[in-house]
């Protein structure tokens, strides 16, 4: 059987290799595995206009076996997962491929605590999909109820909105929401702070969910902040558990230099848990030399907001996440949510007086370069040898003070690449070159 469960839940084009019969085993397996007879469970999507088929899907999947499914409509998968959390239900299923195109979409299943499932519980979950014909079906009295469930919303504003309060601010902000579930959400919260909010990017129509717009796509934000004269630009992703800042000047703060900055904010006021930043091997090393000669430490872990959120727990840090945008800020949350981290950054360029660009200068990030290739193959590239060669002979012209990173993707068809070092030109060579070979290779 193929694996179904990648790095961030089950993904595929919509109604092409991700159909909506998949979507009712996994309603019927997770109600089996995690609800029980009885049950409740809570399910929630994007904006994507795939995502009604899916849910429908789901809820019918779910109540055939005795649970009750509360669907709570568009919401941010932060909001799913607080929701989830916070409402005494055995599991929550969020329908969302998260920065991805339109016409794909993905399954995303949260434990009763809102937190993604441990590896083993997933791979019983995989079973049971594959079985789902043959789980014990509920009699006609017995049988799960569809709830409309849309109010519950208001217990992720509750607490969002109290954070919110907090961090007064007369910041000229412009939001992109990536005409994804954020804009339900970004403008009620952000504006919460005192801060001006213009809000772009917020008309959903089904199909333009990040297009040209939003965390992986920051150029068009870029231009309106530095348009409208703003302080600062934040772009979020399709379900809003990213975030992208843009400075003044329009130039692109990432991730980890999200990341660098609260960081670094949280070291000076001897605020950082154990002094540890938890990022992905992906993360950029020059994050890592600003934070260390801060007096603190990074600890990396493989790709994926689950894996970061498992090592933070493990070595008590506060504060992780991803070169990506996913920001995982303990106090306030145990899930990666763009909304959250605009305002912790708000927060420190309001404390401070500082603009973003300024903060930015502290972390000084090294030449990096990725690519993306389509690999029919993706998993063999470790037994390459020719590729294994060039691999080699990459690292030793980086030096020392640069490495290269191969790993097949957990959403796509495809092998990542990516190359960082000293010399700018060298890396985008390098990384050119192993890209053109991987593509050969691998396919």
């Given amino acids: 059987m193929p694996r179904l469960f990648g790095t961030d839940g089950i993904r595929g084009i919509a109604n092409v290799d991700l159909k909506p019969t998949l979507a009712y085993s996994l309603g019927r397996a997770t109600a089996h595995r995690l609800a029980g007879r009885g049950g409740r469970i809570v399910v929630g999507q994007d904006t994507r206009r795939s995502g009604d088929m899916f849910v429908a899907a789901i809820v019918a999947g779910a109540t055939s076996l005795g649970v009750d499914v509360h669907s709570v409509g568009v919401v941010p998968t932060p909001a799913l997962a607080y929701i989830t959390g916070a409402g005494h239900f055995a599991a929550g299923i969020m329908v969302s491929a998260s920065h991805n195109a339109a016409r794909d979409n993905g399954l995303k299943v949260l434990d009763e605590r809102g937190l993604k499932l441990d590896d083993d519980v997933e791979d019983e979950l995989e079973q049971f999909i594959w079985q789902a014909e043959e789980l014990p079906a509920a009699p006609p009295e017995a049988l799960g109820r569809a709830v409309d469930a849309h109010d519950l919303i208001e217990l992720y504003f509750d607490h969002r909105l109290g954070l919110a309060r907090k961090m007064k601010s007369d910041l000229h902000l412009v939001v992109d929401c990536a005409n994804g579930s954020g804009s339900m959400a970004a403008e009620r919260i952000v504006s919460a702070t005192g801060a001006r909010v213009d809000i772009i990017f917020d008309d959903p129509d089904g199909v333009n969910i990040n297009c040209d717009c939003g965390a992986t796509a920051p150029t068009a934000l870029a231009a309106e902040v530095v348009k409208r004269g703003a302080d600062v630009g934040f772009a979020l992703d399709g379900d809003a558990d990213r975030l992208i800042a843009v400075d003044a000047n329009g130039r692109v703060v990432d991730g980890d230099a999200v990341l660098g900055i609260l960081a670094l904010d949280r070291i000076a006021r001897d605020k950082l848990p154990n002094?540890?930043?938890?990022?992905?091997?992906?993360?950029?090393?020059?994050?890592?030399?600003?934070?260390?000669?801060?007096?603190?430490?990074?600890?990396?872990?493989?790709?994926?907001?689950?894996?970061?959120?498992?090592?933070?727990?493990?070595?008590?840090?506060?504060?992780?996440?991803?070169?990506?945008?996913?920001?995982?800020?303990?106090?306030?949350?145990?899930?990666?949510?763009?909304?959250?981290?605009?305002?912790?950054?708000?927060?420190?360029?309001?404390?401070?007086?500082?603009?973003?660009?300024?903060?930015?200068?502290?972390?000084?990030?090294?030449?990096?370069?990725?690519?993306?290739?389509?690999?029919?193959?993706?998993?063999?590239?470790?037994?390459?040898?020719?590729?294994?060669?060039?691999?080699?002979?990459?690292?030793?012209?980086?030096?020392?003070?640069?490495r290269v990173l191969v790993r097949p993707s957990g959403t796509e068809t495809a092998i990542r690449v990516m190359v960082e070092g000293s010399d700018e030109a060298l890396v985008a060579e390098l990384a050119d070159q192993l890209a053109v070979l991987a593509e050969e290779r691998l396919n």
Avoid: F, Y
Wanted: proline letters at 4%.
């Fill in 275 to 402: 002094g540890a930043l938890v990022v992905s091997v992906l993360s950029n090393g020059g994050l890592q030399q600003a934070v260390e000669a801060a007096g603190g430490q990074i600890i990396r872990t493989p790709v994926g907001d689950k894996n970061i959120l498992e090592a933070m727990l493990v070595n008590g840090a506060g504060l992780g996440g991803e070169k990506s945008g996913h920001v995982i800020i303990l106090e306030h949350t145990t899930s990666g949510d763009g909304i959250v981290t605009a305002l912790e950054v708000i927060a420190v360029m309001t404390r401070t007086g500082r603009s973003l660009a300024d903060l930015a200068t502290q972390v000084p990030m090294l030449p990096q370069q990725q690519r993306t290739i389509p690999a029919r193959h993706r998993d063999q590239w470790e037994g390459d040898p020719v590729l294994q060669r060039a691999i080699a002979g990459a690292e030793s012209r980086l030096g020392s003070a640069g």
